[in-house]
């Protein structure tokens, strides 16, 4: 049974640059979250995808951007790429309800130059 | 304003005792509370969680208790090993229609000496 898996691992873009990142949930999972940790810190909420819809979103600028498709999977798009959004970007993905555990991929870790 | 608090940025356990990690937040409406731990180059791998109508779940070498009153949670590990050192994070969340928006402390880094 697959876990989360995200792609690409690595990603080094320029300042100003557009980046996409993808996610495939857990078998039997439909719903898609992204976080965003910095260096040091926890992970960070960024927006959650439920049928195919934006269904929650944290604290987070327009730059980043969120799309799911009818397999469940996920893609997180940041624009107009600032130093600042240099972390590594995990998805995790769950069921559609409260209470229950959040699985995590790996993470893609950018760097923005 | 930071919701989830672990004060301990580091905790040092000899093998075969007992590791004891701490969590305070500051929202009243959080219900429901994990524990996650990272190694370095992975992504955070479930440990455990409770709710809040809870005070005390347990699994295997894993217990968590939570008192509500004083908006703390704690993770303990007996016995630690070696294996278990990792950042350990804590997590919350509110009752939400699709599912947790988790809000997560900073971590501790556990390392257990053998």
């Known amino acids: 049974d697959a876990g989360v898996t995200q792609s690409p691992t690595h990603l080094i873009k320029t300042r100003g640059q557009q980046v996409t990142l993808r996610c495939s949930p857990k078998?039997?999972?439909?719903?898609v979250s992204w976080y965003q940790q910095a260096l040091g810190q926890g992970p960070q909420f960024i927006f959650q995808?439920?049928?195919?819809?934006?269904?929650q979103r944290g604290n987070f600028p327009d730059r980043f951007s969120g799309h799911q498709f009818p397999n469940y999977s996920s893609e997180l798009n940041v624009n107009a790429l600032l130093l600042g959004d240099s972390a590594l970007y995990l998805c995790?993905?769950?069921?559609?309800?409260?209470?229950?555990?959040?699985?995590f991929g790996q993470g893609t870790r950018l760097t923005v130059v | 304003d930071q919701q989830v608090k672990q004060n301990s940025p580091s905790l040092s356990v000899q093998e075969g005792r007992i590791s004891i990690l701490n969590c305070d937040y500051t929202?009243?409406?959080?219900?429901?509370f994990l524990w996650y731990k990272k190694y370095p180059a992975e992504g955070p791998t479930f440990l455990i969680s409770?709710?809040?109508?809870?005070d005390k779940n347990e699994d295997g070498r894993f217990t968590v208790f939570l008192n509500k009153s004083a908006k703390h949670l704690s993770l303990h590990i007996v016995p630690s090993q070696p294996g278990d050192s990792a950042v350990y994070f804590c997590?919350?969340?509110?009752?939400?229609?699709?599912?947790?928006?988790?809000?997560f402390g900073a971590g501790t880094i556990l390392r257990v000496k053998s």
């Open positions: 997590a919350a969340s509110e009752l939400a229609e699709y599912g947790n928006k988790l809000v």
């Open positions: 929202n009243s409406m959080f219900d429901y």
């Open positions: 995808y439920y049928e195919e819809e934006e269904r």
């Open positions: 409770i709710s809040s109508i809870k």
């Open positions: 078998s039997g999972h439909d719903t």
């Open positions: 995790a993905s769950s069921l559609p309800s409260a209470g229950t555990e959040a699985f």
